[in-house]
């Protein structure tokens, strides 16, 4: 009995002493939110043509064709009024699916920053 005693209080002891030893939870980071160059007044807002696929914003577009994307992100970028607003205007007198693009971004997000 006095046996069996020791052995249920030495693994009390050992499932406890586990338990001492785990490190306090410490409070996650915050991430830190990268925010684009801003440009001195005056400068153009980004270079002309078309964004780098690195630095375009991205939206979900999928089957639409290439011309149409670009243009719904110009388009929808500018009614933002974000720094990569941008009208090809040589593309949209041009090229019918980047106009349309253009247009229906343009649209569509400008009704958005409206509610």
Known sequence: MRKNTFIVLASILFVLSGCAALEPLLPQPQKSVIKP???PPGKA???AGPLPPSTRPTYNLMGY???SKEGYIDGCETAKKSE????DRARY????QYRTG???GYF????QNTR
């Open 93 to 96: 007198e041009s090229e019918g």
């Open 65 to 67: 064709p290439p011309a």
């Open 37 to 39: 160059p801003q440009l």
């Open 108 to 111: 569509i997000c400008s009704r």
């Open 102 to 104: 253009w247009d229906d």
């Open 84 to 87: 990569w607003a941008y009208k």
């Open 45 to 47: 807002q980004r270079p």
